[in-house]
């Protein structure tokens, strides 16, 4: 709370403090106004500057202001007698703020402008105004009283009075008067021949006025009625159309968004469970065509000791590894370009070389292998046996309910007896996916073995690659 009313308080001063400097700004232009003569603008800045001060009830600034106001209209060379007297008391009472804050610069300027003004009245001899300036500067150096500022202003008031009078002379004077009475002898004499015919016509016309205003401010009540009506009729009728379409197009776009949302979620879904060209046929089809393929290599991976490992271990532990294991297999396979085709208990199965066919599939299979059991070797639960084989296969999508992408053939017979004969640790591959292979890759005749339903067959184990 403390510190809150700390930040508070400061910032309540940066933004006084920002005010003060605007009202300093303000006081320089209308002293630079008054430097160039420009009284009238400097009048007008000062007043409306000393009405805000007296909203803000700032006595210092208003005193400034009335000063500088008081300066304009007191040395206006073309402002009336009335104008310069209403100086000279603004000039007063800012000397008397000036002198109860015992603001000395401020108050000796106010009373060096009053002096200014009244020297223009005629003294007895010099004696007369040296004398007066001394109980002037007197005066200043001693803070004078409200009563000798009020003294003070009333003289300069005089002085400009009898400079007003001694500016005209006795001719002009004299034909001043003539002129009013003559004028005012001209105004009686037309308004005593006019004065009856006026007043009648003036009541005639006044009536006619009157009826007429009355007319005209029935019909201009009346338009402004119906045109006021009109307007809200109109205002509402858009406001509510308005809200409408804009209620609409909002309902519109969420309902698009809903759908686009609901349409990524059930593609990623979709290619999740299929391969991509796969998904794209089934969307745009309805349905998946099985294709056949002259050459594709199958890859299967399983795990050894795993129902011994499911014996020492929880099920949700079990499954935690099992987990950890199948998605680092992901990713090699993905790293690789091979295509996932399904997983069963601890066996995990995929292909090389569909959807789309590629030349180097058997090559980029036996890395992704080499790569498995690389990532096994530092395993602390499972070790596996891989058996690799290269043949023509089918693969497709069939049934109604829960598509999944499958692969049939004997290629994939072939593939799974590879793997039941391999070791654990080691790539097992069957001469045809030597063939098809670099030589960048060392392989170890590993003999033959009697496959089921299949015959005698040969395997290898791909060891290393050469460097």
């Known amino acids: ?15 006084v403090g920002a005010q003060d400097e605007v009202y300093l700004q303000q006081l320089e232009v209308i002293e630079q106004l008054l430097a160039e003569k420009n009284y009238r603008a400097a ?44 100086g000279v008391v603004l000039l007063k009472d800012a000397a008397s703020v000036f002198r109860r804050r015992r603001m000395v610069g401020a108050l000796d300027s106010a009373m060096a402008v009053m002096d200014k003004l009244g020297e223009v009245q005629p003294l007895a001899n010099n004696d007369e105004l040296n004398a007066r300036r001394e109980r002037r500067r007197k005066q200043l150096q001693e803070l004078p009283s409200d009563s000798a500022l009020t003294e003070g202003a009333l003289q300069t008031i005089l002085a400009l ?30 308004f005593r021949v006019l004065e009856d015919s006026f007043e009648l016509v003036k009541q005639d016309r006044e009536l006619s006025l009157q009826d007429l205003r009355i007319k005209e401010e029935r019909q201009r009540r009346n338009f402004l009625l119906l045109l006021a009506l009109a307007t809200i009729i109109t205002l509402g009728s858009v406001y509510w159309r308005f809200r409408s379409s804009k209620k609409h197009a909002a309902a519109l776009e969420e309902r698009n968004l809903t759908i686009e949302r609901e349409r990524q979620r059930s593609d990623e879904l979709l290619l999740n469970i299929l391969p991509a060209p ?25 795990f050894i000791g795993f129902s011994a490992l499911s014996k020492t271990v929880s099920a949700e532990q079990l499954v935690r590894y099992l987990d950890e294991a199948f998605k680092e297999l992901d990713r090699i396979i993905e790293r690789h370009g091979l295509e996932k085709i399904k997983t069963i208990g601890d066996a995990y199965m995929c ?33 596996a046996r ?23 053939g004997d290629t994939v017979n072939q593939a799974a007896r590879l793997e039941t004969a391999g070791e654990s640790g080691k790539v097992a591959i069957s001469e045809t996916t030597k063939e098809e292979i670099s030589d960048s890759y060392v392989c170890e005749e590993a003999g ?14 791909v060891s290393r690659t050469t460097d």
């Not at 000393?50 to 009335?66: F, M, R, V």
């Not at 500088?68 to 310069?84: C, F, M, V, W, Y």
């Not at 033959?448 to 067959?457: D, L, S």
């Open 1 to 15: 709370m403390k510190n809150w009313l700390i930040c508070l308080l400061t910032l309540v001063g940066c933004v």
């Open 43 to 86: 009048a007008a800045q000062s007043k409306g500057l000393a009405n805000t001060a007296s909203q803000a009830q700032l006595t210092e600034l208003e005193a400034n202001a009335n000063y500088l106001q008081g300066k304009a209209l007191a040395l206006d060379p073309t402002a009336s007698i009335e104008q310069k007297t209403a």
């Open 161 to 190: 009075q009898e400079k007003e009078i001694t500016a005209l002379n006795d001719s002009q004077l004299r034909q001043l008067v003539l002129l009013e009475q003559k004028d005012r002898l001209l105004d009686d004499y037309a």
């Open 278 to 302: 796969v998904a794209r046929e089934l969307k745009e089809q309805g349905k998946a065509t099985a294709k056949s393929f002259a050459s594709a290599t199958i890859l299967f991976v399983d």
């Open 351 to 383: 292909a090389g070389g569909l959807p789309v066919p590629s030349d180097d599939h058997a090559e980029r299979c036996v890395a992704a292998a080499l790569a498995i059991q690389n990532y096994l070797s530092t395993h602390s639960h499972f070790k």
């Open 386 to 408: 891989i058996g690799i084989h290269t043949g023509p296969v089918v693969a497709g999508v069939v049934g109604l309910n829960k598509f999944a992408y499958d692969v049939w």
């Open 448 to 461: 033959t073995f009697e496959a089921k339903n299949i015959g005698r067959m040969k395997r290898f184990f």
